[in-house]
């Protein structure tokens, strides 16, 4: 069983920075594509950023590009997350997924991705 383990959320100032981290174990996870979703008060769980196996490739939603940084490393079960210059809009629970699939891609959607952390708190104050 697949079991994802977030941590390094925190509360920061706007303009801060905070690293993500996310653990993964429980099977051959550095095989597949991995990533970042959040979810604020009242909204939707929406993607931020995803990367493939082997680190060769990310997409990063456009509230997020230029300020977040996703990476791994090539055979490695941990994913991170860099955020820079944060803002208070980027205040969500945060959490890590996994997508079971041998397709090399990066969805968006939540429901393509079969397995998810229990989620870490960012909160950013102006």
């Known amino acids: 069983q697949v079991q994802l383990v977030e941590s390094g959320g925190g509360l920061v100032q706007a303009g801060d920075s905070l690293r993500l981290s996310c653990a993964a174990s429980?099977?051959?996870?550095?095989?597949?594509?991995m990533g970042w979703f959040r979810q604020s008060p009242g909204k939707e769980r929406e993607f931020v950023a995803g990367?493939?196996?082997?680190?060769?490739?990310?997409n990063y939603a456009d509230a997020v590009k230029g300020r977040f940084t996703i990476s791994r490393v090539n055979g490695n079960s941990m994913v991170y997350l860099q955020m820079n210059s944060l803002k208070p809009e980027d205040t969500a629970v945060y959490y890590c997924?996994?997508?079971?699939?041998?397709?090399?891609?990066?969805?968006?959607?939540?429901?393509?991705?079969?397995?998810w952390g229990q989620g870490t708190q960012v909160t950013v104050s102006s």
């Open positions: 429980g099977g051959p996870v550095s095989t597949y594509t």
């Open positions: 990367i493939i196996w082997n680190g060769e490739r990310a």
């Open positions: 997924v996994l997508r079971w699939s041998l397709i090399v891609e990066i969805p968006n959607m939540a429901n393509e991705y079969e397995y």
